[in-house]
């Protein structure tokens, strides 16, 4: 009986063990190698978070300067014609990261400023920062995702604000939920007449022809030691599969191994501004002219961001190629990657000028 009663107490340990793990365990963010995808994952308790903060991009942004800049000038403008209108400032930092967009608001004179995170130690971090720097009296800091915010005297926001400030962009612009983020933003924690930042985003695309890049989607024979090959099944080689999206910088590839066969084509525009409503699974067709004989292979794509409401700031991830002054601009934006498609084999077709 003892021995039972051991086993049925042992048992509901084990359970309770097991539940107590699942409740204080946390999810982090991560791609599935296999798939390619972004997908959440459960780390256990006493997870160190900060080698995923060492691991991030927040680096490459806080040493960026053309985006910092960027970021910087249409806050100023934007501060002032709150001010030239007669309006209290009040701004709202959506992934503030480290909050240095925030302590920008408070040095161009915002009179209040509700920054949020959702990853917890990086808005730790925040919190330092912004104490070190003098400006904990003015930065608020929410950890919680922007649709949890609340509005009221009780709430997060002690009332709407009327400058929204987000830096929630990847390489692809749209894959780290922008979209829905500036959407709820403006119905939600907005007041009517606010000042977005940036207020829209367009998105464009080049074909490119390169043996090079190509071959990042074919598996080729790999020489492992004098003499000693590992050559891939024939069918394996046979499959080109499905179109797949690189991440690059474009200073890393040299420029004669690929051929430009089209002008950059605008292929979309996204507002942020609630002017224009946004539709989440729209398709376009676009026609565009060659430049010259080739096989269409790759897709280069890249975007570019209206930092003011009037569209006189821009912020451009594209190669060096496309951008208003070709001398003086950076070779890529730091912490934005170009991206590109390598498209399917079945689908490749050779143009002929």
Same mark, same amino acid.
């Given at each position: 009986?003892?021995?039972?009663?051991?086993?049925?107490?042992?048992?509901?340990?084990?359970?309770?063990?097991?539940?107590?793990?699942?409740?204080?365990?946390?999810?982090?963010?991560?791609?599935?190698?296999?798939?390619?995808?972004?997908?959440?994952?459960?780390?256990?308790?006493?997870?160190?978070?900060?080698?995923?903060?060492?691991?991030?991009?927040?680096?490459?942004?806080?040493?960026?300067?053309?985006?910092?800049?960027?970021?910087?000038?249409?806050?100023?403008?934007?501060?002032?014609?709150?001010?030239?209108?007669?309006?209290?400032?009040?701004?709202?930092?959506?992934?503030?990261?480290?909050?240095?967009?925030?302590?920008?608001?408070?040095?161009?004179?915002?009179?209040?400023?509700?920054?949020?995170?959702?990853?917890?130690?990086?808005?730790?971090?925040?919190?330092?920062?912004?104490?070190?720097?003098?400006?904990?009296?003015?930065?608020?800091?929410?950890?919680?995702?922007?649709?949890?915010?609340?509005?009221?005297?009780?709430?997060?926001?002690?009332?709407?604000?009327?400058?929204?400030?987000?830096?929630?962009?990847?390489?692809?612009?749209?894959?780290?939920?922008?979209?829905?983020?500036?959407?709820?933003?403006?119905?939600?924690?907005?007041?009517?007449?606010?000042?977005?930042?940036?207020?829209?985003?367009?998105?464009?695309?080049?074909?490119?022809?390169?043996?090079?890049?190509?071959?990042?989607?074919?598996?080729?024979? &790999? %020489?492992?030691? *004098?003499?000693? !090959?590992?050559?891939? $099944?024939?069918?394996?080689?046979? +499959?080109?599969? @499905?179109?797949?999206?690189?991440?690059?910088?474009?200073?890393?590839?040299?420029?004669?191994?690929?051929?430009?066969?089209?002008?950059?084509?605008?292929?979309?525009?996204?507002?942020?501004?609630?002017?224009?409503?946004?539709?989440?699974?729209?398709?376009?067709?676009?026609?565009?002219?060659?430049?010259?004989?080739?096989?269409?292979?790759?897709?280069?794509?890249?975007?570019?961001?209206?930092?003011?409401?009037?569209?006189?700031?821009? &912020? %451009?991830?594209? *190669?060096?190629? !496309?951008?208003?002054? $070709?001398?003086?601009?950076?070779? +890529?934006?730091? @912490?934005?990657?170009?991206?590109?498609?390598?498209?399917?084999?079945?689908?490749?077709?050779?143009?002929?000028?």
């Amino acid at each position: 009986m003892n021995t039972l009663l051991n086993k049925i107490f042992r048992t509901k340990i084990d359970i309770v063990t097991k539940l107590l793990n699942i409740n204080m365990s946390k999810f982090t963010m991560t791609v599935n190698p296999i798939i390619g995808k972004k997908e959440w994952v459960q780390k256990p308790e006493y997870y160190d978070y900060y080698q995923e903060v060492a691991r991030s991009s927040y680096a490459d942004m806080l040493h960026d300067k053309e985006r910092n800049e960027k970021y910087h000038a249409a806050l100023k403008k934007a501060v002032q014609s709150m001010r030239d209108q007669g309006r209290p400032v009040k701004v709202l930092d959506i992934g503030t990261g480290t909050g240095l967009l925030s302590m920008m608001a408070a040095r161009a004179g915002a009179d209040s400023i509700v920054a949020c995170e959702v990853f917890h130690p990086v808005a730790k971090c925040a919190e330092d920062v912004i104490k070190q720097n003098g400006f904990e009296d003015k930065i608020k800091i929410i950890l919680k995702h922007s649709t949890d915010l609340t509005v009221g005297p009780e709430g997060d926001l002690k009332e709407k604000a009327n400058i929204l400030i987000a830096e929630v962009f990847d390489t692809e612009l749209i894959g780290e939920g922008a979209l829905r983020t500036f959407q709820h933003a403006v119905k939600f924690l907005l007041e009517p007449n606010c000042i977005v930042i940036p207020s829209s985003a367009s998105v464009y695309a080049q074909i490119i022809e390169s043996s090079l890049i190509s071959s990042w989607n074919t598996l080729s024979p &790999l %020489n492992i030691a *004098p003499g000693k !090959v590992i050559i891939p $099944p024939k069918k394996v080689t046979s +499959c080109h599969g @499905s179109a797949a999206v690189h991440d690059v910088q474009m200073s890393q590839i040299p420029q004669d191994k690929f051929k430009v066969l089209t002008e950059p084509v605008y292929v979309f525009e996204f507002s942020f501004t609630g002017e224009k409503s946004i539709e989440m699974n729209e398709t376009f067709i676009k026609q565009v002219t060659s430049v010259t004989s080739g096989n269409c292979e790759i897709i280069f794509m890249w975007w570019d961001l209206k930092m003011d409401m009037d569209g006189d700031i821009i &912020l %451009n991830n594209g *190669p060096k190629w !496309v951008q208003p002054d $070709p001398d003086q601009a950076q070779v +890529c934006i730091q @912490s934005f990657m170009i991206y590109l498609y390598i498209i399917n084999y079945f689908y490749s077709k050779n143009i002929v000028t």
